[in-house]
């Protein structure tokens, strides 16, 4: 199944998809509509505590865990559904293909491919590519606390992870579209482009 008018952007930490929601829904901030995984429901929070480091849980745990947060995002009350219907254009940051990369690095496949395959695909996967080391240098010259995954060695094998998941849905039966993003490009570069695509694919007019 595929959510029309949900978009997705992906990458590993640091590849700028935040910075890059801002700039899409502030063109048109009636109509577009920014949210994020981990959300900041109770599920969200909760997962945010574990990325931070306040406690420990099995690897499978966390995979039930970003499963079910993801579940609340879509189907929770003025969730992802429900601003689908209302007319919105929704653009995430993050969603199950995170967890097919960052969980799948540490507990496996089985799993995280499990838990997620109950959930629709978005209508347009954006997927920004960028070496891990480059990445890693943004994040680490931001402030604040390092989150638990924001290590090279882990970046790395997500970002393997993250290179063979978007290969294998590039030509998905849904039609689910994915677009890659040069991450190294300038913001603004960046976000033309996307705008640009999303309007040549007639989900902007
Ligand atoms: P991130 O978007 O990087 O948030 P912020 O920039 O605010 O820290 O997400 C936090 C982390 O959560 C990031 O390292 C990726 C991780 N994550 C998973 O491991 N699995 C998932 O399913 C999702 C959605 C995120």
Do not use: W
Request: glycine content about 6%; proline content about 4%; aromatic content about 10%.
């Amino acid at each position: 199944m595929l959510l029309k008018n949900f978009i997705v952007f992906e990458g590993i930490d640091g590849a700028g998809t935040s910075t890059q929601i801002k700039k899409l829904c502030a063109r048109n901030s009636k109509l577009l509509i920014p949210t994020a995984e981990p959300t900041d429901r109770a599920t969200g929070r909760f997962l945010r505590q574990l990325l931070a480091g306040d406690f420990k849980l099995d690897e499978r745990t966390t995979s039930y865990l970003f499963a079910a947060d993801r579940c609340e995002h879509i189907y929770g009350e003025g969730g992802v559904e429900e601003l689908l219907k209302a007319g919105r254009i929704v653009v995430s940051d993050r969603y199950f293909f995170s967890s097919l990369a960052y969980q799948s690095a540490t507990c496996g496949k089985g799993i995280p491919r499990h838990v997620n395959a109950p959930f629709p695909l978005p209508e347009v996967l954006f997927y920004f590519e960028i070496n891990p080391e480059v990445s890693l240098k943004r994040v680490e010259s931001r402030d604040g606390k390092r989150e638990i995954y924001e290590k090279i060695d882990y970046q790395k094998k997500t970002a393997a992870l993250y290179d063979e998941v978007i290969n294998e849905y590039e030509n998905n039966p849904d039609g689910m579209k994915v677009i890659r993003v040069d991450a190294t490009k300038s913001i603004d570069e960046i976000a033309d482009f996307i705008y640009n695509t999303l309007i040549n694919l007639n989900i902007i007019r």
